[in-house]
């Protein structure tokens, strides 16, 4: 199963902080795709991004989030000001080659607000 | 809104028996079905799709689609305590934009 990685595992902030959330996709993707997963909830779609730039985003996906690919390789989601309902695991996935509808989690980042 | 709707259970079979796992759709232009596990505090592992109507097999898994019926289903053989896990249903259609079912707990007893 081909891997995506993501840091921090665990992030800890407090209310009204920004956060940075990073993932490196499976190599050579245009695909890519973040959700998030409020404990005891559904997975639920955030944004996703084609070739550099978002392709689709949900009514999660506010002002508040963006999502950038600063180096080519790595993906940040940026949440400007937590809430603390934005305490959630958060996942990015992406698809094992391009063209392809199947999709592969990274190991998550749980991210805490207080 | 599209829905996609799956017994929350749990689910408890004893080992080596058949575990079915069901889930329902609201969108008939749904195109693409997905299973899921997910073990407590871990992400979500592929485990099949499928895209047209009928079974699909791989290895102990099964997974069944009747589009007319808006339904999709997960046999698992021979459950193992290992398969004790919350299995996800995720639905695609053209958009790529996959919607989940909350998922149904399993629990295969010794």
């Known amino acids: 199963e081909p891997e995506v990685t993501q840091t921090p595992s665990h992030q800890v902030t407090q209310m009204g902080q920004e956060v940075i959330l990073r993932c490196v996709p499976i190599s050579n993707h245009l695909y890519f795709y973040w959700y998030r997963q409020i404990l005891g909830q559904k997975v639920e779609f955030l944004v996703s991004?084609?070739?550099?730039?978002?392709?689709?985003k949900s009514e999660i996906f506010d002002d508040q989030f963006s999502v950038e690919r600063p180096d080519g390789s790595n993906f940040t989601l940026k949440i400007r000001s937590t809430k603390l309902e934005d305490s959630a695991m958060y996942f990015c996935a992406g698809p094992p080659s391009s063209g392809q509808e199947t999709q592969y989690f990274g190991p998550g980042t749980r991210l805490l607000v207080l | 809104q599209k829905e996609v709707e799956q017994n929350s259970g749990p689910l408890s079979v004893p080992e080596g028996a058949i575990a079915s796992l069901n889930c329902t759709y609201s969108d008939r232009g749904s195109q693409s079905f997905f299973w899921y596990r997910q073990y407590s505090g871990k992400s979500p592992e592929l485990i099949m799709f499928i895209y047209s109507n009928g079974d699909k097999e791989d290895g102990r898994f099964t997974a069944q689609l009747n589009k007319a019926s808006q339904y999709v289903s997960l046999l698992i053989r021979d459950s193992q305590p290992s398969d004790s896990a919350t299995y996800l249903c995720?639905?695609?259609?053209?958009?790529?934009?996959?919607?989940f079912g909350r998922g149904t707990s399993l629990i295969v007893h010794p």
């Open positions: 995720a639905v695609m259609g053209g958009s790529y934009i996959p919607t």
């Open positions: 991004f084609y070739n550099n730039e978002i392709s689709e």
